[in-house]
């Protein structure tokens, strides 16, 4: 009976959450059923922090008083279920605002919650609370959080975008970081206007309803309009994991891409235009190409700069670029259009990433190199992609200086604590595109440095069972560079270097800290703490029991999904070798000792070797993780996740002594 009960429940529970999607589906705004708000889980996925119960969206043309636009309207419905949903309820729109190109207007946004009496609340948005906040110059963004947004809640807004770009649409994501109960696209396009339709990513059940109607236009004339629908139902979340360019590249979404406009009577064109028609365009365009000049001043300074470097192509690319990392910072901006002249850039030694670059390539020509502009689209903004030609993919411009024949150099000068032929990790995207004056073409990006670090650990171990000793660390490449970046952004290195050196010991006594080469970005960075401790040891009768590893153990495998369908990108190579040296307190002999490993995957893509070492009075040990390759397709997946797993498992075994 209690058995035949439970399973009725299960049965009643599912079909009221499947009618509460369907009252959710109402496409008026702010006309919710106050039942919904009592759903408290989420039946095809009861994990779930959050849930979109409503995601609608419609592309169409508008003739308008100032001429024809292109209106995207959004209106989306979200249930909170846990505490980790809230973050559902900051909301953020990205728009170009420089020049009015865009306008993002009509945001409403309600929050439906149970207070504390069982009333259900409808709180509206109050307009004051959306703020306008510019990102770059360039790209600005509207702002604000759910009001009384609470666990329970439905979290619903709508607002509309108005475009002057009238042929580049916005791609539409059925899928997110949350699960999707319904999810609905609706684009009302001239029968004249020839779009692609691309669905991509993992594909789900797609409907797919067609109609057309008429559109009035200027001069009178008739448009025929077709009306597509797609309706997708039941998305699960795609959860995110370490090591990941941008979840955006792997969402189920539907892009849209023009090939043709055929107007009878008006006009005919092919739209897909060349990526070197575009790098022209753009060229000579006043907000971009026409802000390659070098600043008289800077002329007269160059000199000084460059002096002593000869006919070096080498020396003068570090010279130049040092001076300008040295010179200038970065207010912490991209964009695809620098936001300063370079003469007042020069004059205020401030600005965003492109005007930085802008400014170094002006150098570098001067000084008589091979320098171009490149193009890129940074790790969190997505991948680049070299088929459909078009600018709104890229937020960030770097230098390409040709070296000779088929060699060259990427600089990126907005970090002060890279070298000039290392670029900072956002920019480490696959490709990007190198802008001539009438031509344009596709770069490789490829790491010239690795993320490498040895680690030398020294001790004695003293009967009462602290170890006494030194722990050494030399950083290379990424490495390097990002503790140089850490130290940077604090005042007191010796704190932060304490930190960093004691992480993972509960009690350790510092008694010494020297750290070598901090300025010198081409050489390695080394720092070796003394110190004593009585962490990773036990003492147990006549036994000891060691943790060899120390504070350098992988203590959790950060690839945890079942199955990952999007690839395992870890930007650069990595190599990380560690040694352990310890002089055994007299009286004491080895009993048991962790077994050597050695785990190769498949064309040597990530090697682990582990060996240990006893000669009587000091023991000896080495774990060496080397990962020469940058990316594993999904498919490899569970080869790099047991490669994890493995580490894991080794990093944690002991060693027993015991007292003769």
Known sequence: MKIALSVALIVLSSLYTHTLLAQAKNKKFGKLDDQYVSMQ??????????????????????????????????????????AGGLDQADISIPYIAASRIEDVTEIKAITHYEDENGK?????????????????????????????????????YTYKVYTDYLFSMNNWYFQREIPVAYSEYETRLP???????????????????????????????????????????????????????????????????LRTINLPGAFSSNYLKSWGELSKQLMESDSYGGQIKTPKALKEQLG???????DSTEAKINRIYKWVQSYVKWDKRRGLYPNKKLATLYKEKTANGTSINLLLLTMLREAGLNAYPMLVCTRSNGLPQSVFPTLR????????????????VLLDAINKFTPANMLPMPDLNMQG????????????????HQLKKETHAIFKLRLDGSLEGSIKNTDYGYAAANRRASMGHTDNHA???????????????????????????????????????????QM????????????????????????????????????????????????????????????????????FTYQFMNSGSVIQLMSHIEIPKTTYNSEEYPFIKEFYELIVAKHAEQIVLKKQ
Not at 304 to 310: D, E, S, V
Not at 393 to 408: E, L, M, P
């Open 495 to 537: 704190a932060y270097l304490h930190k960093q050196m004691t992480h993972g010991f509960t009690e350790a006594e510092v008694s010494s800290m020297d750290v070598q080469f901090v300025e010198e970005l081409n050489e390695p960075l080394k720092v070796k703490c003394g110190m004593e401790t009585s962490d990773f040891v």
């Open 433 to 448: 595109m190198v802008l001539a004056e009438n031509s344009a073409k596709w770069v490789p990006i490829k790491p010239q």
């Open 304 to 310: 000084l700069i460059l002096a002593g470097t000869g």
């Open 41 to 82: 889980v989420y039946e095809p996925d009861t994990s779930a922090d959050a849930v979109i119960l409503y995601n609608r969206g419609i592309v169409e043309y508008q003739l308008l008083g100032d001429g024809l636009k292109l209106v995207h309207t959004y209106h989306k419905r979200i249930k909170v279920l846990r």
């Open 393 to 408: 993919q890229f937020n960030h411009t770097i230098v390409y200086v040709n070296t000779g024949g088929d060699d060259y």
């Open 191 to 257: 029968r004249d206007f020839d779009f692609r339709h691309l669905t991509l990513g993992e594909q789900f059940e797609l409907e797919r309803e067609r109609r057309s109607t008429q559109l009035t236009v200027w001069n009178n004339q008739q448009w025929t309009v077709n009306i597509l629908t797609y309706t997708c139902k039941d998305i699960p979340a795609l959860s995110r994991e370490p090591h990941i360019t941008s979840m955006k590249n792997y969402y189920f979404r539907l892009e849209l891409q």
């Open 120 to 156: 259900i609340i409808h709180q509206k948005l109050n307009r004051k609370d959306i703020i306008d906040e510019d990102r770059d110059g360039y790209v600005h963004q509207k702002k604000f959080a759910f009001p009384n947004a609470r666990v329970g809640a439905v979290l619903e």
């Open 540 to 607: 147990s009768g006549d036994f000891i029991y060691l943790q060899p590893m120390l504070n350098q153990a992988i203590k959790e495998n950060p690839f945890k999904l079942e199955k990952r369908s999007y690839p395992v990108d870890f930007a650069y190579p990595r190599n990380h070798r560690y040694i352990l040296s310890i002089t055994l307190p007299e009286g004491y002999v080895v009993d048991e000792s962790p077994k050597p490993a050695r785990i190769v995957l498949p064309n040597r893509d990530a090697v």
